[in-house]
């Protein structure tokens, strides 16, 4: 595969749940960024990660538990959700602090 | 802080026609990057085209082209013969050189009619 992929596509969890987004690159890049997407809003960045080290945290909720084992994968962790968390989550990645490539999303719905 | 401004919220093209889209930005900066992504309903963000700040040359690639008026802080998108397939909404980004923020405007829906 190449370029960036996330899985799963669609998720629906309860606000007791826990799960995890994944995202992988295949772009021998050394950043990767997740983003929230919510209807009629801009797109938020959540957390920004360089060569494995969180260097950004754009006040989310400790909801949203990041993690980063190696510069290729980016994992979400998701527990006790909220319904206004439903959105489409976006991983990106790129090489240092340039040009961001984008995955095709995580739809997530929180019942 | 920097804004990225995207004034038309919708816009419309008839196949085969060109069509601009806005976009404005606020920064201190005098050095960074602008870019101009696509979303089509598939949901990917896809990279449309990439100019540096440095650069007076207006970056190009095929059918698109951004018209770069740096002292007036305006990006505009220039799709030339327009496609069915560039229907999408249309988002406007800025990132400060060395920065590790990518700021977005709010998007603008794009309509290609056959």
């Known amino acids: 595969e190449t370029g960036v992929t996330q899985t799963p596509r669609h998720l629906v969890m309860g606000m007791t749940n826990k799960k995890s987004l994944k995202c992988e690159q295949h772009?021998?890049?050394?950043?990767m960024y997740w983003y929230k997407q919510s209807a009629k809003k801009p797109l938020e960045l959540m957390f920004v990660?360089?060569?494995?080290?969180?260097?950004e945290n754009n006040s989310v909720p400790s909801r949203f538990s990041p993690e980063c084992p190696n510069s290729s994968h980016l994992f979400l962790h998701l527990h006790t959700l909220q319904p206004e968390d439903s959105a489409l989550y976006l991983c990106?990645?790129?090489?240092?602090?340039?040009?961001?490539?984008f995955g095709p999303g995580t739809r997530l719905t929180v019942l | 802080a920097q804004t990225v401004t995207q004034s038309q919220p919708e816009m419309s093209v008839q196949e085969a026609e060109t069509v601009t889209l806005s976009c404005t930005y606020d920064t201190s900066e005098s050095d960074y990057y602008l870019f101009w992504y696509k979303q089509p309903p598939s949901r990917q963000m896809i990279l449309v085209i990439r100019?540096?700040?440095?650069?007076?040359q207006n970056a190009t690639e095929n059918r698109f082209s951004v018209n770069f008026q740096k002292a007036a802080k305006s990006f505009s998108l220039k799709i030339s013969d327009s496609q069915l397939g560039d229907a999408a909404m249309y988002f406007c980004?800025?990132?400060?050189?060395?920065?590790?923020?990518?700021?977005f405007g709010a998007g603008t829906i794009l309509r290609v009619k056959s």
């Open positions: 990106a990645s790129s090489y240092r602090v340039d040009t961001q490539y």
């Open positions: 100019q540096e700040a440095y650069k007076q």
């Open positions: 772009l021998g890049h050394n950043a």
């Open positions: 990660y360089n060569f494995k080290e969180q260097t």
């Open positions: 980004a800025y990132i400060q050189k060395y920065g590790n923020k990518l700021v």
